[in-house]
């Protein structure tokens, strides 16, 4: 169900992108403007980041994820065509529940993530773009009420889209997902991406 629920998600997003980038690109042509300038090659993406939590078994005990809340940091390169890679870093805090046979213990998860990613964008007009990515994601995660404290590895991916305010400062909204199978759930993150001047 969540991964079919992530699916949903995933196209409302695309949709909602591809119809917000629709009536961007009616306005401009009314009003017979546009804008050019250059993106500088690296960027960093400062954002807020909200989960969906989610439950997973394990054994007899069912843990259960409420809504966290954290933040993100990406650090990325554009090559040019499209095609941008990233770093990124994010930390979340969020209530879980474990519920065994016996008893129900309430305990606070917090999660440090780590992914190299793939990303392409693709301009539909000059200030709104739509991506999709993937990657590779190490996650930390530590419970210390549960005696949690352990580390995975999986697959990354997620969609969003990014509206330029101003040359070298964007907005950015996305969902992402990943293999790692835990209480955290899906991602929706927002916030800002901000070209760096720092190469020729």
Same mark, same amino acid.
């Given at each position: 169900?969540?991964? $079919?629920?992530?699916?949903?998600?995933?196209? *409302?997003?695309? *949709?909602?992108? %591809?119809?917000?980038?629709?009536?961007?690109?009616?306005?401009?042509?009314?009003?017979? =403007?546009?804008?050019?300038?250059?993106?500088? @090659? +690296?960027?960093?993406? %400062? @954002?807020? !980041?909200?989960?969906?939590?989610?439950?997973? $078994?394990? &054994? =007899? %005990?069912? +843990?259960?994820?409420?809504?966290?809340?954290?933040?993100?940091?990406?650090?990325?390169?554009?090559? &040019?065509t499209g095609v941008n890679f990233e770093i990124d870093y994010a930390y979340t805090e969020l209530d879980? #529940?474990?519920? #065994?046979?016996?008893?129900?213990?309430?305990?606070?998860?917090? /999660?440090?993530?780590?992914?190299?990613? !793939?990303?392409?964008?693709?301009h539909l007009n000059e200030p709104f773009a739509i991506f999709a990515k993937a990657g590779y994601e190490?996650?930390?995660?530590?419970?210390? #009420?549960?005696?949690?404290?352990?580390?995975?590895?999986?697959?990354?991916?997620?969609?969003?889209?990014? /509206?330029?305010?101003?040359?070298? !400062?964007?907005?950015?909204?996305? /969902?992402?997902?990943? #293999?790692?199978?835990?209480?955290?759930? /899906?991602?929706?993150? %927002?916030?800002? +991406?901000?070209?760096?001047?720092? !190469?020729?």
């Amino acid at each position: 169900m969540t991964k $079919q629920l992530s699916a949903l998600t995933l196209a *409302s997003i695309l *949709s909602a992108s %591809a119809a917000l980038a629709n009536e961007e690109v009616a306005n401009t042509n009314e009003n017979k =403007e546009t804008f050019h300038h250059k993106e500088e @090659k +690296v960027y960093v993406v %400062a @954002k807020g !980041l909200m989960t969906n939590g989610d439950t997973i $078994q394990e &054994g =007899e %005990a069912s +843990v259960k994820g409420k809504n966290g809340k954290g933040f993100g940091i990406d650090l990325g390169y554009r090559t &040019g065509t499209g095609v941008n890679f990233e770093i990124d870093y994010a930390y979340t805090e969020l209530d879980v #529940t474990e519920t #065994t046979p016996t008893e129900e213990t309430h305990a606070t998860g917090k /999660y440090h993530s780590f992914s190299f990613d !793939l990303l392409y964008a693709y301009h539909l007009n000059e200030p709104f773009a739509i991506f999709a990515k993937a990657g590779y994601e190490y996650e930390k995660e530590k419970i210390n #009420t549960l005696g949690v404290d352990k580390s995975d590895t999986g697959f990354l991916y997620g969609a969003g889209f990014e /509206y330029e305010l101003k040359e070298n !400062l964007a907005f950015i909204f996305e /969902y992402e997902d990943s #293999t790692i199978d835990g209480p955290k759930g /899906y991602t929706l993150a %927002a916030g800002l +991406v901000i070209g760096l001047d720092v !190469l020729p």
